[in-house]
T-cell receptor, first 110, second 116 residues
Framework: SQQGEEDPQALSIQEGENATMNCSYK?????LQWYRQNSGRGLVHLIL?????REKHSGRLRVTLDTSKKSSSLLITASRAADTASYFC??????????FGDGTTLTVKP | DTEVTQTPKHLVMGMTNKKSLKCEQHMGHRAMYWYKQKAKKPPELMFV???????INESVPSRFSPECPNSSLLNLHLHALQPEDSALYLC???????????????FGQGTRLTVV
């Protein structure tokens, strides 16, 4: 079973608005990553946050990590139609593998 | 070169066929992965190779047989598959993970497999 749970499952917003997605996990982790997947294609790595970090920025992306609550959030600011995709969190608990959350499907309307 | 190349992009095979999926990367990564992804679901890890040796097999049925002939190539041999094995098969590579430093994986575009 997947370790991560994401909410919401689906999110629909207007271009220019911000989008926030949340991820919860169950076990201790080394780091947590966020990936984007356009329809039926490969995943693209967006950002990695280590277990000793609380917040990280990359362009329009802001990721937070709360290890006490075992949760992370991904904020996309000033969204664009091209941001329409599925977004997955993936937790790295060691042993060389990542476990993906269920994903959030984001639709940005022009 | 930051690409992971998977071939073929699409594959239709019968339940008695034998076929192979191929994956190639030239980023010097020594960890390579196979994932299976069903529609509207997250990727599920199947196998992990570390330094060309199988390090993780997530209880995958023996009709899936991975092979890592060298540090750049990863194959997935398919035999006697079932219709429920139809899915997107994703290959990925990364640096060998060491605690908090590891994690960033590069994915190929996947092979869309249909078993008839």
């Amino acid at each position: 079973s997947q370790q991560g749970e994401e909410d919401p499952q689906a999110l629909s917003i207007q271009e220019g608005e911000n989008a926030t997605m949340n991820c919860s996990y169950k076990t201790s982790i080394n780091n947590l990553q966020w990936y984007r997947q356009n329809s039926g294609r490969g995943l693209v790595h967006l950002i990695l946050i280590r277990s000793n970090e609380r917040e990280k920025h990359s362009g329009r992306l802001r990721v937070t990590l709360d290890t006490s609550k075992k949760s992370s959030s991904l904020l996309i600011t000033a969204s664009r139609a091209a941001d329409t995709a599925s977004y997955f969190c993936a937790t790295d608990a060691g042993a060389g593998k990542s476990t993906f959350g269920d994903g959030t499907t984001l639709t940005v309307k022009p | 070169d930051t690409e992971v190349t998977q071939t073929p992009k699409h594959l239709v095979m019968g339940m008695t066929n034998k076929k192979s999926l191929k994956c190639e990367q030239h980023m010097g990564h020594r960890a390579m992965y196979w994932y299976k992804q069903k529609a509207k679901k997250p990727p599920e890890l199947m196998f992990v190779y570390s330094y060309e040796k199988l390090s993780i097999n997530e209880s995958v049925p023996s009709r899936f047989s991975p092979e890592c002939p060298n540090s750049s190539l990863l194959n997935l041999h398919l035999h006697a598959l079932q219709p429920e094995d139809s899915a997107l098969y994703l290959c990925a590579s990364s640096q060998v993970r060491q605690g908090a430093k590891g994690g960033k994986a590069f994915f190929g575009q996947g092979t869309r497999l249909t078993v008839v």
